[in-house]
């Protein structure tokens, strides 16, 4: 069974850093595209940003220049640096990664349980 969990997630000021890991775990081949996204109450889920198996990586307008996505294949574990927080990045944040499971198989997609981080003064 694959299992995604982040850790990082809290309360911080505005202007303020945080940085989330989510780490893979279970049986699997390899590792695709990882992501992460943001739910805030009342609002839809949305891409942050995204780190293709070749390190390619792609951001949301609202978080370009403050936050970085990062992976260490060896780990297993996406990475996102948040810099010059502001209450409006306050959401759940979860990550997903499309999994090879086998030989020959599709890629899976999977997601962590998501960890709460709120930009309060």
């Known amino acids: 069974q694959v299992q995604l969990v982040e850790s990082g997630g809290g309360l911080v000021q505005p202007g303020g850093s945080l940085r989330l890991s989510c780490a893979a775990s279970?049986?699997?081949?390899?590792?695709?595209?990882m992501g992460w996204y943001r739910q805030a109450p009342g609002n839809q889920r949305e891409l942050v940003a995204a780190?293709?198996?070749?390190?390619?990586?792609n951001y949301a307008d609202s978080v370009k220049g403050r936050f970085t996505i990062s992976r260490d294949n060896a780990k297993n574990t996406v990475y996102l640096q948040m810099s010059s927080l502001k209450p409006e990045d306050t959401a759940v944040y979860y990550c997903?990664?499309?999994?090879?499971?086998?030989?020959?198989?599709?890629?899976?997609?999977?997601w962590g349980q998501g960890t709460q981080v709120t930009v309060s003064s």
């Open positions: 997903n990664a499309d999994f090879y499971l086998y030989y020959g198989s599709a890629p899976n997609r999977y």
């Open positions: 279970g049986s699997f081949l390899s590792i695709n595209r």
């Open positions: 780190i293709a198996g070749s390190g390619t990586t």
